[in-house]
């Protein structure tokens, strides 16, 4: 089939690689003018090891993986260690990956096809579905006809709010803000540090390939422009505003300082159904589980898959085979969206006292593992 998918993340790269393998012909269109390939390390975790497989990727992950200074060290308002955590215990299981971001994006993309029909800035105008084909207009100023569009443009998909309906019928927010920066090389022997206060969580978190500053702040949902960087900075220094906990400004200056700071909602996508006539969503603008579930890469891995065998297993029955990767796809999408509920209170502590109970199940665990 001719098939356009919309959006080169990691679910957009994943399910085309899938959909080449499987003889499909298709274009892909990326709207920023390369791939993102800024941010944390990342998972990839449980069954999709095994669908990596499958791409022939596994070696290439396992030679690139990393191993994030396995423990950070919590610590309280005057800077006093509270606690050591081991990241082992995030794990599905000890085959789990964890891969820089520039690394997963650089293999996933290196399994396309070489003559694979790649725009950079460019997206989507125009849709209008019709009984046999979708009619497309691209910003380039071509148009064409495609047996099938996959939207895979995250969970502010502009295919979602252009075919399903606006955002806010589909994306919940979760009343919390993720902030991020790389902002320098790692410093070497230094463990990570995480501050827990009442209603946010920063740290100073070292991998093996830059330092990161970020964390999670619940909030009311801000009107801003997250794509402004004026405005996103503005926000985060009106969030810090006189707090001067920890080490809070100065890191929160370093973090503001950097080129590749990422502001977003905590957001879940929720849809009854993702598809309509020719056209289906995979990963976030499907079904974010939002970062705090660190599950969001296998599942853009995962939908890639089961779209692709799905469309096999239903030669010509467009409606069985997308009801077939639903199917499929929902329970990890259920298992990692109910997961985050755990992990907001976890992570972000509204109130003094929950902050003094997570030290506490903090030291316990530490305590344990001794
Ligand atoms: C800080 C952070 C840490 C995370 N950690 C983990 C982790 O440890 N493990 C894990 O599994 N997951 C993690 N995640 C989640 C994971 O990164 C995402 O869930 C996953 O990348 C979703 O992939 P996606 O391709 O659906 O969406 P995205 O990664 O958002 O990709 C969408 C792509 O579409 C493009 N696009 C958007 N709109 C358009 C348009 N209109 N036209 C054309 N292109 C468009 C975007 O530029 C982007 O390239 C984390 C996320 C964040 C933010």
Known sequence: MKILVIGAGVAGLSTTAHLQRAGHVVT???????????????????????????????DQLKADEIRTSADSVFVDDDG??????????????????????????????????????????????????????????????????????????????????LVFGPEPDYVRFLGAYIFLAPVGPPADGQPSYLHLAPGRMLGLLQTPYTELIGGYVRSPQLT????????????????????????????????????????????QTYMDTWSKGHVVLVGDAAHCASPLAGRGTSLGISAGRFLTDALAAHPGDLAAAFAE??????????????????????????????VEAQHEWLRQQEASRV
């Open 28 to 58: 892909l269109l990326e709207r920023a003018s390369e791939f993102r390939t800024s941010g944390s390390p990342i998972d990839v975790r449980g069954d999709t090891l095994d669908m990596v497989k499958a791409l022939g990727l596994y």
């Open 80 to 161: 006093e260690r509270v606690a050591v955590m081991s990241t082992h215990y995030l794990n599905d299981s000890d085959d789990d990956i964890e891969i820089a971001r520039p690394d997963l994006m650089r293999i996933l993309a290196g399994a396309l096809a070489p003559d694979t029909d790649l725009r950079f800035s460019t997206t989507v105008t125009a849709i209008a579905d019709g009984p046999d084909k979708v009619h497309v207009v691209l910003s380039d100023g071509t148009e064409d006809d495609y047996d099938v569009v996959v939207g895979a443009d995250g969970v502010h998909s502009l295919i979602r709010s």
């Open 224 to 267: 801003i422009d997250y794509r402004d960087p004026a405005a996103v900075r503005e926000a985060i220094r009106g969030i810090f505003d006189g707090d001067e906990r920890w080490r809070t400004q100065e890191l929160v200056e370093r973090m503001l300082e950097s080129s590749g700071l990422y502001f977003d909602e905590c957001a």
């Open 325 to 354: 990767y639903e199917q499929r796809q929902r329970p990890y999408v259920e298992r990692a969206q109910a997961h985050v509920a755990g992990s907001i209170d976890r992570n972000i502590p509204a109130t003094a006292e929950a």
